[in-house]
């Protein structure tokens, strides 16, 4: 059963192309929910624009809260 629920958890961080710099990077954070997504340099540069809180963050695409 514990197999079956990792393969269909989406991931939250992964490597990929930042949807603000457009540059391909190591380590990304991905909204689960419309696939948006920042990379660790742009996430900290504008993080007045993502977090509240050193919590949880915000997508600004879909407005969908997720833990960090």
Not at 47 to 65: D, H, M
Request: net charge positive; charged share 25%.
């Amino acid at each position: 059963m514990k197999k079956s629920k990792e393969k269909t958890k989406k991931k939250k961080l992964a490597p990929g192309v930042c949807d603000f710099c457009w540059e391909e990077q190591p380590l990304c954070y991905i909204c689960t929910n419309c696939g948006l997504t920042i990379c660790q340099r742009c996430f900290i540069e504008h993080q007045k624009l993502f977090t509240r809180t050193g919590v949880t963050w915000l997508c600004i695409n879909c407005c969908s809260w997720h833990s960090l």
